[in-house]
């Protein structure tokens, strides 16, 4: 086992540094100037902000600067906020990103889970039907539609919730809908399948022949089994979720880090850029890796396939 897992993280770090170098090189090709109030400066003053921020030498002397800081922790400062430290401005807005995707992944998790279950012990019925019609709605609509078509009705048509900003739980519900659709329709698709495929077994029928009551032989030995192959899909759920959260937290205004990097874009703060970037590849590396440990501990098979254990 600690074979299998010492293989992993050092592929995890490779992912990684590839992940930082093509981004740091695609953020080089954006167009603009990382000073968005350039019109009002002199020249000689832009000459200095460039030979401040290092802009003046050459792209891999500055890619080799950028790595050589990372190694250490130190992701730089911000073009756009007076040379404020990007590790400081991601610590101050991660705490909405975490709330919201923690609530949308819990929310979504236990929505999907209720609707397979309910959509197989009920196959080929309207309840099958119609849960099947939410799974595809929610994996077609893309999120930020349904975030625009939430505020219309729920926020300026009928005042039910509030239309944007993060001042309370009830401003939490509306983006938690939107990010959590995806998870929902995902886990209610994946599940109603594998419930079907485990109500088929041999042994399902066994421990009706046993005795056991329907509602036993569904919590003991058919959720149980529907649900293990479920962790293989929660690490690009959890991507999909931060993903959503981007575009999600500059709909509704809200202050978390999806906000700050769609500004930073636009803005050309290439160290806020690279920050956040990497900030959460290495979620996504974390989740990934524990989904992989969790898998290979379920199924030795796993851990086998990639050399002796």
């Given at each position: 086992?600690?074979?299998?897992?010492?293989?992993?993280?050092?592929?995890?770090?490779?992912?990684?540094?590839?992940?930082?170098?093509?981004?740091?090189?695609?953020?080089?090709?954006?167009?603009?100037?990382?000073?968005n109030n350039q019109e009002k400066l002199t020249d000689t003053q832009i000459v200095q902000l460039n030979e401040?921020?290092?802009?003046?030498?050459?792209?891999?002397?500055?890619?080799?600067?950028?790595?050589?800081?990372?190694?250490?922790?130190?992701?730089?400062?911000?073009?756009?906020?007076?040379?404020?430290?990007?590790?400081?401005?991601?610590?101050?807005?991660?705490?909405?990103?975490?709330?919201?995707?923690?609530?949308?992944?819990?929310?979504?998790?236990?929505?999907?889970?209720?609707?397979?279950?309910?959509?197989?012990?009920?196959?080929?019925?309207?309840?099958?039907?119609?849960?099947?019609?939410?799974?595809?709605?929610?994996?077609?609509?893309?999120?930020?539609?349904?975030?625009?078509?939430?505020?219309?009705?729920?926020?300026?048509?009928?005042?039910?919730?509030?239309?944007?900003?993060?001042?309370?739980?009830?401003?939490?519900?509306?983006?938690?809908?939107?990010?959590?659709?995806?998870?929902?329709?995902?886990?209610?698709?994946?599940?109603?399948?594998?419930?079907?495929?485990?109500?088929?077994?041999?042994?399902?029928?066994?421990?009706?022949?046993?005795?056991?009551?329907?509602?036993?032989?569904?919590?003991?030995?058919?959720?149980?089994?529907?649900?293990?192959?479920?962790?293989?899909?929660?690490?690009?759920?959890?991507?999909?979720?931060?993903?959503?959260?981007?575009?999600?937290?500059?709909?509704?205004?809200?202050?978390?880090?999806?906000?700050?990097?769609?500004?930073?874009?636009?803005?050309?703060?290439?160290?806020?850029?690279?920050?956040?970037?990497?900030?959460?590849?290495?979620?996504?590396?974390?989740?990934?890796?524990?989904?992989?440990?969790?898998?290979?501990?379920?199924?030795?098979?796993?851990?086998?396939?990639?050399?002796?254990?």
């Amino acid at each position: 086992m600690g074979r299998y897992i010492g293989g992993r993280v050092l592929s995890m770090i490779i992912t990684f540094l590839i992940i930082a170098s093509l981004t740091f090189f695609l953020m080089k090709l954006l167009p603009g100037t990382p000073f968005n109030n350039q019109e009002k400066l002199t020249d000689t003053q832009i000459v200095q902000l460039n030979e401040k921020y290092g802009l003046n030498d050459p792209v891999p002397v500055q890619y080799f600067n950028y790595m050589k800081n990372l190694l250490v922790g130190d992701l730089g400062v911000s073009f756009q906020q007076d040379g404020r430290e990007v590790s400081t401005i991601i610590t101050e807005r991660i705490g909405p990103s975490a709330y919201l995707g923690l609530q949308s992944l819990v929310v979504g998790t236990i929505v999907g889970l209720f609707l397979g279950i309910i959509a197989a012990l009920r196959h080929n019925s309207f309840l099958d039907y119609g849960t099947m019609v939410i799974a595809v709605l929610g994996i077609s609509i893309p999120n930020f539609v349904i975030a625009g078509l939430m505020q219309y009705w729920l926020g300026v048509k009928w005042q039910l919730l509030p239309v944007a900003y993060w001042e309370g739980f009830a401003y939490t519900i509306m983006p938690t809908i939107a990010i959590a659709s995806i998870v929902v329709a995902t886990i209610a698709r994946f599940m109603r399948t594998e419930m079907l495929e485990v109500l088929g077994q041999d042994y399902i029928t066994t421990a009706k022949a046993k005795g056991l009551s329907s509602t036993a032989v569904v919590i003991r030995h058919t959720i149980r089994n529907a649900s293990i192959p479920i962790i293989t899909i929660m690490g690009p759920l959890v991507v999909s979720l931060m993903t959503g959260t981007l575009v999600i937290e500059q709909i509704f205004v809200i202050p978390g880090l999806g906000e700050k990097f769609v500004n930073s874009i636009l803005t050309n703060d290439f160290p806020i850029i690279m920050g956040t970037t990497l900030f959460f590849s290495i979620l996504f590396i974390v989740v990934i890796l524990l989904v992989d440990i969790m898998y290979g501990i379920v199924d030795p098979r796993i851990r086998l396939a990639g050399g002796k254990d």
